[in-house]
């Protein structure tokens, strides 16, 4: 109504999307979030329960476990969620929540009882004037201008196809694989054991010194290290891998044969304790799971090991006939993962042997790389501002008059 414009239109809402990886959250009108922090949190003792951002992650201390509040990209542990909330709203975006307006994104399969859960935490907690809860497909599909869509996000945690139509998830087309973020760094984990390369996580080094490739490293370690837990240990190991294999990996343009893999230009990278070693075949080879799961390493995981193309054809071969063209030609890549050189190309090619050869497929990368790490929050931030859909906010007083379930009438 003009009433909820006329109220707080002038006052920007505020955009939250929360990953499995990285919690997105910022201004709407804005073309890019505010904070982007890890998911992941320190805890603490009574006076802080959580140690929350990247800078207090990389500060060790004694025993501290690290915890998210997300299971299968859903709100799990609220307690978590708050103190992020609060964090955000306090140390990232400095205002006052009730002041704002916030739209929220969640994943396409979230559970009502969640979604009940989180509406009334932003309204008894958080006191918001108005509230919107909307799924991260059809707000990537928003980011690249389309309300009609098939979008393949592979995070850290899992790879789904869904399938978005008229701005309607199309629930029963939703397909998932474990294929992803954490299943390549598994497979780089071993990797590096049977190349005998130890990862020093950076919270040990005190200094290091320049060496040859291959030489041992020369780094001094850190005095009075706190004896940190090993989820802590673990989670910094993860964070040197992540940035070896963004500097490393690329994906080939087509299933890459011995040969293919042994022309493969190397690649050098320095760990933190200043060890420098060659990546060559290990490029291309650690991330053809994703497009040929054939005979990998499988004890790593669990479920259907679907390859990225059959994940997307599983997914618009259970929607109807007439819809399915139209997702052929609008496939949006969302998640990290996807930005690995190559993928695009690789899935496109796929994706074209997978269809007849008069349908016309096209993978839509979008602008630049951000974009596609932040689609679902760009995509919040679009809709937020836009003039005609102020309208469809949950006000603070239906939701006195109504109590929860209004997001079930409001944002189905």
Not at 9 to 30: K, M, N, Y
Not at 359 to 379: L, Y
Request: charged fraction near 20%; hydrophobic fraction near 40%; include cysteine.
């Amino acid at each position: 109504s003009s009433g909820i414009n006329a109220e707080y239109g002038e006052v920007g809402a505020v955009c939250f999307d929360i990953g499995s990886h990285t919690v997105r959250a910022g201004f709407a009108g804005e073309d890019a979030p505010k904070a982007n922090i890890p998911t992941h949190m320190l805890t603490g003792d009574e006076s802080t329960k959580y140690h929350i951002g990247t800078n207090a992650l990389s500060f060790p201390r004694e025993k501290a476990e690290v915890v998210m509040p997300l299971k299968d990209g859903m709100i799990e542990n609220w307690e978590q969620c708050e103190a992020m909330l609060d964090y955000i709203y306090t140390k990232c975006l400095s205002v006052d929540s009730a002041e704002h307006p916030a739209m929220m994104s969640e994943v396409a399969w979230n559970r009502p009882a969640i979604r009940h859960k989180t509406c009334e935490m932003m309204f008894e907690k958080y006191n918001v004037p108005a509230f919107f809860l909307c799924k991260n497909a059809v707000l990537a599909a928003f980011a690249s201008g389309r309300s009609t869509a098939l979008v393949l996000d592979t995070g850290s945690v899992q790879t789904t196809a869904i399938p978005v139509h008229d701005g309607y998830v199309l629930q029963h087309g939703i397909v998932k694989s474990p294929l992803a973020g954490n299943f390549l760094a598994a497979q780089m984990r071993e990797h590096l054991k049977e190349q005998k390369i130890e990862v020093v996580p950076t919270y040990k080094i005190a200094a290091k010194e320049a060496v040859k490739e291959g030489e041992p490293p020369k780094w001094t370690a850190k005095k009075n290290v706190p004896a940190v837990s090993s989820s802590y240990h673990n989670y910094m190991v993860d964070m040197v891998i992540e940035d070896l294999m963004q500097h490393v990996l690329q994906v080939h343009d087509r299933p890459a044969s011995d040969e293919d893999l042994n022309m493969i230009p190397a690649n050098s990278y320095e760990f933190p304790n200043g060890y420098s070693a060659m990546f060559g075949a290990e490029r291309n080879k650690n991330p053809e799971p994703l497009f040929d799961p054939i005979g990998t390493n499988l004890r790593i995981l669990g479920g259907d090991m679907l390859a990225m193309q059959h994940v997307v054809s599983s997914s618009i071969s259970m929607c109807d006939v007439d819809v399915r063209p139209s997702l052929w030609s609008n496939i949006i890549l969302a998640g990290g993962t996807t930005l690995m050189s190559g993928f695009s190309e690789r899935l496109t090619t796929e994706c074209a042997a997978k269809t007849t050869s008069s349908m016309k497929v096209k993978v839509v990368t979008g602008g630049n790389t951000s974009d596609r790490i932040f689609s679902a929050w760009v995509g919040a931030s679009i809709l937020a501002s836009l003039g005609n859909f102020q309208e469809l906010w949950i006000s603070k007083q239906e939701y006195e008059e109504e109590g929860k379930l209004v997001i079930d009438r409001k944002c189905p």
